[in-house]
């Protein structure tokens, strides 16, 4: 006999894991359908709102247990253009708080996300990707690549950009390439950050240093692929590189890791539900890793479908309709706006033409100049 459950959340990245959570907490029988996957090397910047519901969902105690605090953001402009923008320094005492957030490495992320898992009755996994779906009535029948069939009212997609959830439920999307990659490793700095996380904007990306604790480091460089892969062709060319892209601010930057690179791309979908169908994270959004947004949204994704859940009467035939409803409709406004945000930020800093060069460098003057504009781009930037 087939299986039958009521949410089943496909994926097993921290957005996946984070929806199976909050599923089996809300209450629902939920099966996690998650294959393995290499070791997640990066780091995130998550932001005080998404703390907290990290918190309240059970996911994470003492966030200075296991991150960084984020005190700061400077912004150095080292683009070398005629207009170029000033110096530009948030300070988080300044919106009434002592940090925007705190910067994670994904791996504790990963591990304290499956601990919360694993103590819920309601929860169970399979290591295994979804084959294919269809939905009658008001059930989706899903095939595993491991043979498994099971029933589900809801599905949770959070299979990330090639989702198939989206595929099967007919979700258009939209998707835009870009030439740059980025690179992150772990460095050793010259000297400590002190909870400032530093941003030099280059012609072809961003090159930001996240901080780690004392001296540590986590880097974010975005760049063309070819200038990439020259730069770690081996560990002397990589630390010149390092020390020239840093301009020479925090002494000698020596690696303590090996490097990976993330080809970049941005990523909206039509709609974040439909059919008893939703979408979290990366299946519903993508965008370049600048203003540490991408899994800031998709932990606001979960907390709404937490809401929708908790409002939902799964008695009520086809439940799951209302919940893909009211999710769909709860997420667009949010989704648009973080999506046109890092967008219009990362093609203004791109960009060759002028006009792009001056109104970026325009607002980068005022925000400088006027602290109550600073203030709103910073709780902007908190997804408030
Ligand atoms: C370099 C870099 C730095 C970043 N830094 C930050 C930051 O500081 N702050 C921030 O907020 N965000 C940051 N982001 C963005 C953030 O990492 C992503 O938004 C987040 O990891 C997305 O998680 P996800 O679970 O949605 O997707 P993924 O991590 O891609 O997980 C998708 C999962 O689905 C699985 N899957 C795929 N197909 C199937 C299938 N058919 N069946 C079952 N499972 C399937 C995959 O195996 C995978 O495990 C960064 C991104 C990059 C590239």
Not at 17 to 27: F, M
Request: glycine residues 10%; contains cysteine; hydrophobic residues 45%.
């Amino acid at each position: 006999m087939t299986a039958h459950t009521q949410i089943a959340v496909i994926g097993g990245g921290l957005v996946g894991k984070a929806a199976a959570v909050a599923s089996a907490r809300a209450g629902f029988k939920t099966v996690h359908i998650a294959p393995a996957a290499p070791e997640d090397r990066r780091t995130s910047a998550l932001m005080q709102p998404s703390v907290d519901y990290m918190r309240a969902a059970g996911l994470l105690d003492d966030p200075d247990a296991s991150g960084v605090p984020l005190r700061r953001i400077r912004i150095i402009d080292a683009t070398e253009r005629m207009l170029r923008a000033p110096e530009t320094m948030f300070d988080a005492r300044e919106t009434g708080v002592d940090a925007f957030g705190w910067n994670f490495a994904n791996t504790e992320l990963n591990a304290r996300f499956a601990a919360s898992g694993d103590a819920l009755a309601d929860l169970s996994t399979r290591q295994a990707s979804l084959s294919t779906a269809s939905r009658d009535g008001a059930l989706w029948s899903l095939e595993l690549d491991d043979g498994t069939r099971l029933t589900a009212d809801l599905v949770v997609g959070a299979d990330g950009k090639k989702s198939r959830v989206r595929e099967l439920a007919g979700i258009g999307v939209r998707e835009k390439v870009y030439r740059q990659s980025a690179l992150v490793c772990d460095l050793d700095l010259g000297r400590a950050l002190d909870g400032e996380s530093v941003e030099f904007h280059y012609p072809n990306g961003p090159f930001t240093l996240v901080p780690a604790g004392g001296t540590k480091a986590n880097l974010v460089w975005i760049d063309l692929p070819d200038t990439l892969e020259a730069a770690r062709a081996d560990i002397e060319t990589l630390k010149r590189a390092l020390l020239d892209k840093s301009q020479h601010l925090f002494g000698a930057l020596n690696p303590l890791s090996a490097s990976f690179i993330f080809p970049l791309s941005s990523l909206s979908v039509e709609r974040a539900g439909k059919d008893g169908a939703v979408l979290v994270g990366e299946a519903a959004h993508a965008f370049p890793p600048i203003g540490a947004q991408g899994l800031n949204l998709g932990l606001r994704d979960v907390a709404n479908l937490d809401r929708c859940l908790s409002a939902a009467n799964p008695a009520a035939w086809g439940w799951a309709d209302g919940v893909a409803r009211s999710y769909a409709a709860g997420r667009k406004d949010d989704l648009t706006r973080t999506g046109l945000f890092v967008d219009g930020l990362f093609t203004s800093l791109l960009s060759p033409h002028l006009p792009a060069q001056a109104l970026r460098t325009a607002g980068l003057w005022s925000l400088n100049a006027i602290p109550a504009l600073r203030r709103r781009a910073m709780a902007f930037g908190l997804g408030q």
